[in-house]
């Protein structure tokens, strides 16, 4: 009972007292009011008007963004680069062909697409490959009145415009922007504009029924939907604008709002009768006094009610935090201790959740170092299970051991060296197996052999501080299977040097295996894959094929005659696969004599050659960057995409596509699938009221911890601290 009269006493008091000067002020305010209204209605028509014209521009803006893009194809830059009309158009001019009508069937703003260009009179657009004056013929009656006008529109010396292109029937709204090379336009692109569609995102918008919108291009009415005549004086309150940009020009009782579009020569403007524009105001007027009256009758009764009302969520939300029923304290400090105890209860939860992860690390590492899992599918379906995630193509691995075979009772946990690998800016998953501190690396690239020998330095100092220890690196490899493979090889190194107090640390190379057996078994597997043709299988093998057959320490004549056995193979493969010529050119390449080096890439080459010809429709095909870029786009959503799953749908290996989408696009698979989820999750932050681990799942992330962890890297913030500043 204290409680309650103590809450309803402070919610009546600030009740009445808001009520009390909400009707002082109504009654002070009622002559300003209709002002203000007016004032505030304005202010609204234009904030939306501005707002409806910059969707308008964003939708323009994509012409242009799409005529860059149509710059840098390949078809575009050879026909840039012809200097006369051959008697057959290159394919490459009807595949663009193909694109530009591509483009209007997913974008309704342009109505037709094509480019003009000077040198060759050619014209390819969506309706086909013509010259010039076939194209022109087309738009209407076979005819040439007009012919050199057009041509002479659309070769002036404009960088990029809007403009209204005079054709044989109509007169057409278009984009046009120039393409040069040495100082000379080469190619002229010309997006014609819909201007239907142009409005329709006025009518949209629900505008009011007594107005008028319309696309002014330098100071010319070029298209308007609504009350047509609003649009009258147009061009003298467009005069009106352009002398004070900041004034609302007014003409026989309307309101005119003018834009100026950020595209060249664009203006908008929207014109509102004043009579309906301010008929809400007046009404809204009318209705404020009489509901200042009905409030003074009300508030009283109304301030006891509410308050006795709004005080039981305080009495229930007290007692849930187990407030004293005295009333002594203050319960507002009470629920700020309490709030701030619950938010270091959630730090120290996220620190369990971190510890869990380190955990889960830690068991998937050991699973695969147990050798259950045989495929790389199988690793990958484990790493999602134990939410690890790779975000680069290239592991590694290191072994610390101590004096003895466990690792000692006193030694760190596996997440102090997970930080300390943190803090030298590699990424891994480190595990206690086998009595030994496994590290797995995971990087863009292979680590040069001198950082990773100063890098299992660093983490010997901290794991076995003072005491005698060592460490093995493993080979580097670019397939999650391999991962195994690369831990019995740090193995191997590991058992070169005896622990010391000065940490030693060795490296796997093929010398230290025994020099009169290799392992015959990759041969055979590898022979295998290139009898089945099965050359992108082949491929994966061919580091292994290296490390543990052809360089494992045989003696140099045996070296010599594995790699001449591994060659004649892949001779035989080239003459079957390929036409006569080319398959001479490429044995002769193989089979020329060089250094192991240079006939290890010669063969990873004419691997590479056999994977593309064996590839269906291979010499049609886009390149493999291209294609990869196309499956991630359209499912980066798919928390199981990534360089594994990209590689076995294209049939190449991962080192392979790895390669050549970074030569391609300057980033790697992962770090592009990475920025389009961070990308589609600020839409989603911004733009709706999804919590944030529903936003992970939502774009791909296997989890929030992960999403977060990415998202920060990226944008040098968190997903909530981004969600917060957007909102006032």
């Known amino acids: 009972m204290p409680?309650?009269?103590?809450?309803?006493?402070?919610?009546?008091?600030?009740?009445?007292?808001?009520?009390?000067?909400?009707?002082?002020?109504?009654?002070?305010?009622?002559?300003?009011?209709?002002?203000?209204?007016?004032?505030?209605?304005?202010?609204?028509?234009?904030?939306?008007?501005?707002?409806?014209?910059?969707?308008?521009?964003?939708?323009?803006?994509?012409?242009?963004?799409?005529?860059?893009?149509?710059e840098i194809t390949h078809a575009n830059t050879?026909?840039?680069?012809?200097?006369?009309?051959?008697?057959?158009?290159?394919?490459?001019?009807?595949?663009?062909?193909?694109?530009?009508?591509?483009?209007?069937?997913?974008?309704?703003?342009?109505?037709?697409?094509?480019?003009?260009?000077?040198?060759?009179?050619?014209?390819?657009?969506?309706?086909?490959?013509?010259?010039?004056?076939?194209?022109?013929?087309?738009?209407?009656?076979?005819?040439?009145?007009?012919?050199?006008?057009?041509?002479?529109?659309?070769?002036?010396?404009?960088?990029?415009?809007?403009?209204?292109?005079?054709?044989?029937?109509?007169?057409?709204?278009c984009y046009v922007r120039e393409m040069r090379m040495t100082g000379e336009i080469a190619a002229v692109v010309v997006i014609e504009i819909d201007r239907e569609e142009l409005l329709r995102a006025f009518d949209a918008a629900g505008l009011p029924g007594d107005s008028a919108t319309g696309v002014l291009l330098d100071g010319q009415l070029v298209a308007a939907t609504g009350n047509m005549a609003?649009?009258?004086?147009?061009?003298?309150?467009?005069?009106?604008?352009?002398?004070?940009?900041?004034?609302?020009?007014?003409?026989?009782?309307?309101?005119?709002?003018?834009?100026?579009?950020?595209?060249?020569?664009?203006?908008?403007?929207?014109?509102?009768?004043?009579?309906?524009l301010l008929r809400t105001v007046r009404f809204t007027l009318a209705v404020c006094v009489a509901g200042a009256v009905c409030?003074?009758?009300?508030?009283?009764?109304?301030?006891?009610?509410?308050?006795?009302?709004?005080?039981?969520?305080?009495?229930?939300?007290?007692?849930?935090?187990?407030?004293?029923?005295?009333?002594?304290?203050?319960?507002?400090q009470f629920i700020t201790n309490k709030i701030e105890q619950m938010?270091?209860?959630?730090?120290?939860?996220?620190?369990?959740?971190?510890?869990?992860?380190?955990?889960?690390?830690?068991?998937?590492?050991?699973?695969?170092?147990?050798?259950?899992?045989?495929?790389?599918?199988?690793?990958?379906?484990?790493?999602?299970?134990?939410?690890v995630s790779f975000e680069h193509p290239t592991y590694q691995v290191l072994v610390l051991a101590g004096t003895e075979r466990s690792v000692p009772d006193a030694g760190p946990e596996p997440g102090l060296l997970h930080g300390t690998l943190a803090a030298l800016g590699h990424e891994g998953l480190v595990s206690a197996y086998g009595?030994?501190?496994?590290?797995?690396?995971?990087?863009?690239?292979?680590?040069?052999?001198?950082?990773?020998?100063?890098?299992?330095?660093?983490?010997?100092?901290?794991?076995?501080?003072?005491?005698?220890a060592h460490a093995g690196v493993g080979p580097c490899y670019d397939s999650m299977t391999d991962i195994l493979t690369s831990y019995n090889c740090a193995l191997l190194a590991l058992r070169c040097e005896a622990p010391s107090a000065r940490h030693p640390v060795n490296r796997y190379t093929p010398r230290l295996t025994r020099?009169?057996?290799?392992?015959?078994?990759?041969?055979?597997?590898?022979?295998?894959?290139?009898?089945?043709?099965?050359?992108?299988?082949?491929?994966?093998?061919?580091?292994?094929?290296?490390?543990?057959?052809?360089?494992?320490g045989a003696p140099a004549g045996t070296e010599a005659m594995r790699q001449s056995a591994v060659d004649n193979l892949l001779a035989d493969a080239l003459r079957a696969a390929l036409p006569e010529a080319r398959a001479a050119q490429e044995v002769r390449a193989l089979t020329a004599a060089g250094p192991p080096h240079a006939q290890r890439r010669q063969a990873q080459h004419a691997l590479a050659v056999l994977v593309q010809a064996a590839a269906p429709g291979a010499e049609d095909k886009e390149p493999v960057a291209v294609r990869a870029k196309r499956i991630i786009d359209e499912n980066f959503a798919d928390p199981m995409m990534g360089l594994y799953l990209v590689s076995e749908q294209l049939n190449v290996s991962n080192s392979y596509l790895s390669t050549t989408?970074?030569?391609?696009?300057?980033?790697?698979?992962?770090?592009?699938?990475n920025r389009l989820r961070v990308d589609q999750a600020k839409s989603l932050i911004l733009n709706t009221d999804m919590n944030i681990k529903d936003i992970a799942q939502t774009v791909g992330f296997s989890s929030d911890i992960n999403f977060i962890r990415v998202f920060k890297k990226l944008e040098n913030r968190t997903p909530t601290t981004l969600r917060r500043e957007s909102r006032p």
């Not at 006795?308 to 507002?332: C, F, I, T, V, W």
């Open 3 to 70: 409680h309650r009269k103590k809450h309803t006493m402070r919610w009546l008091r600030s009740i009445l007292a808001v009520v009390l000067s909400c009707l002082l002020l109504c009654s002070l305010l009622c002559l300003y009011v209709l002002h203000v209204l007016e004032r505030t209605v304005v202010e609204t028509n234009t904030a939306l008007t501005a707002y409806v014209q910059k969707s308008v521009d964003t939708r323009l803006e994509e012409l242009h963004r799409y005529s860059t893009t149509i």
């Open 78 to 173: 050879l026909l840039k680069n012809l200097r006369e009309l051959p008697g057959t158009l290159p394919a490459q001019a009807y595949q663009l062909s193909v694109t530009l009508r591509d483009f209007l069937v997913t974008n309704k703003l342009a109505r037709g697409v094509y480019l003009y260009y000077p040198r060759t009179g050619l014209v390819v657009g969506n309706m086909g490959c013509f010259e010039a004056a076939s194209y022109y013929a087309l738009q209407g009656v076979p005819q040439r009145e007009g012919y050199d006008a057009w041509l002479a529109e659309l070769t002036k010396s404009h960088d990029t415009r809007f403009m209204l292109l005079q054709m044989p029937k109509d007169e057409r709204l």
């Open 230 to 276: 609003l649009l009258e004086d147009t061009p003298g309150l467009y005069a009106a604008w352009c002398a004070d940009p900041q004034a609302s020009p007014e003409s026989g009782g309307s309101f005119a709002f003018f834009n100026a579009s950020a595209l060249p020569g664009l203006d908008y403007v929207s014109v509102y009768s004043a009579r309906g």
């Open 295 to 332: 409030c003074l009758a009300a508030g009283v009764a109304a301030s006891v009610f509410i308050s006795r009302r709004n005080a039981k969520p305080m009495e229930k939300l007290l007692a849930a935090l187990g407030a004293q029923g005295s009333g002594a304290q203050d319960e507002y």
């Open 343 to 387: 938010m270091t209860e959630k730090y120290k939860s996220e620190e369990l959740m971190q510890e869990h992860q380190t955990l889960l690390n830690g068991l998937f590492l050991s699973t695969v170092l147990r050798g259950g899992l045989h495929s790389e599918n199988a690793i990958f379906a484990a790493a999602k299970r134990y939410e």
């Open 435 to 468: 009595g030994r501190y496994v590290v797995l690396l995971n990087a863009e690239e292979c680590l040069p052999d001198s950082q990773a020998e100063a890098l299992a330095r660093a983490l010997l100092d901290q794991a076995f501080p003072a005491r005698p």
């Open 515 to 552: 020099a009169d057996c290799g392992d015959p078994g990759v041969m055979q597997a590898f022979s295998h894959r290139i009898y089945e043709k099965q050359f992108a299988q082949a491929q994966q093998l061919m580091e292994r094929l290296y490390t543990e057959y052809l360089y494992a």
């Open 661 to 673: 989408f970074k030569a391609t696009y300057g980033v790697s698979i992962i770090q592009y699938i």
